[in-house]
């Protein structure tokens, strides 16, 4: 059983994440601006910092911006590398690495004045951990300034007070360096979404058949597994609340009847639904984007807030979406 989600669109399917990663010693911005290669074993690379910013600028999909390998950013590697016509090794060898940092004429950092919509809030000081508790509030908003400003610029909480040591994230004036992950806006329009199940990827391809955009994923599990087959988008619905169904019995929660959920980007389902022709099923934002490709879903389709909204303004109602099977291995 799973989850629903009731919106204006209707009833929408749901999965829920956990914890973030540890802590890591410091780096200059300068570092990322002038960074040769990678190979920093302590600490955030800047050669990485600088590396995923530009992939995520491309729509290659490394995640959050942390400083830090793992499979979401060699997934997003391999991306860059089968387009580029390199050899696909998902590794950042120097002749990638090059390719990379020669895609983009702009500097990796740039200069944000925090206003006051930034830091007016409202803020929600400790959100619930369950359900019951989240249904309680007004809104499932970020927690803090600093937390909604890592969210727009892509970056991680950390990463971020590094880059601005002892600024001000909730006041009005500051002048901020985050990364400039402004992208480029598609010339053609989407024509069909991919899930890819085994690589744990969303893949939207133009009118041209050709890779316009690719994101980091949680799908499914094993106990419930994503859905197989084609489907189309039923329609894309921002700032979804979540309605609970007790006929799902999910562990901890005790209530027996319906309740729901208000919206916000720290809630069950995120900043945007986008809603699926296979019943209860959808892709959708998330509360914890440093957890995307790292945890299981409860079936549905889980992306970062940033590139589940910038895939939403990518397709609209018919759109295609496919369910890609993992491809079978050989036995040796």
């Known amino acids: ?42 600490g955030w690379d800047p050669a990485l910092v600088r ?13 959050v911006i942390d400083g830090h390998g793992g499979d979401n950013l060699d997934a997003a590697i391999a991306s860059f590398q089968r387009a580029r016509g390199l050899r696909e090794s998902g590794r950042l060898d120097r002749a990638t690495y090059d390719a990379i940092v020669a895609a983009t004429d702009r500097p990796i950092l740039t200069s944000y004045e ?37 969210e727009r610029f892509h970056i991680d909480e950390r990463l971020l007070a590094a880059l601005n040591p002892g600024a001000r994230f909730d006041k009005a004036g500051v002048t901020l360096t985050v990364p400039d992950v ?17 690589e744990k990827r969303v893949r939207l391809l133009d009118e041209t058949g050709q890779v316009a955009a690719e994101f980091p994923a949680s799908v499914g599990s094993e106990q419930k597994p994503a859905p197989s087959g084609e489907f189309v988008v039923k329609a894309v619905v921002p700032n979804p609340s979540y309605t609970y169904n007790p006929e799902f019995k999910f562990k901890g929660v005790k ?39 790292r945890a299981f879903s409860n079936g549905c389709v889980r992306l970062t807030n940033w590139d589940a909204l910038d895939l939403a303004a990518m397709v609209s109602k018919g759109t295609p979406v496919a369910f890609i099977e993992p491809m079978a291995t050989s036995a040796r």
């Open 1 to 42: 059983m799973r989850p629903t989600v009731r919106t204006a669109a209707g009833l929408l399917a749901v999965c829920l994440l956990a914890s973030a990663p540890a802590v890591a010693a410091g780096l200059k911005p300068q570092d990322i601006e002038t960074a040769a290669r990678p190979g920093r074993t302590k």
């Open 51 to 63: 590396v995923q910013v530009v992939l995520d600028r491309l729509r290659y999909g490394p995640g």
């Open 114 to 150: 925090v206003t006051q919509a930034d830091v007016k809030g409202p803020f929600v000081k400790r959100i619930p951990p369950g359900l019951e508790g989240m249904a309680k509030l007004k809104r499932v908003g970020y927690r803090s300034a600093r937390e909604e400003l890592a």
């Open 182 to 198: 402004a992208r480029d806006k598609l010339t053609l329009k989407g024509s069909r979404v991919e899930v890819l199940k085994g």
């Open 255 to 293: 209530a027996t009847k319906p309740f729901e959920v208000p919206p916000g980007p720290n809630g069950p389902v995120g900043a945007v639904w986008i809603d699926l022709s296979a019943d209860t099923y959808g892709i959708h934002g998330v509360a914890d984007p440093a957890r995307i490709g």
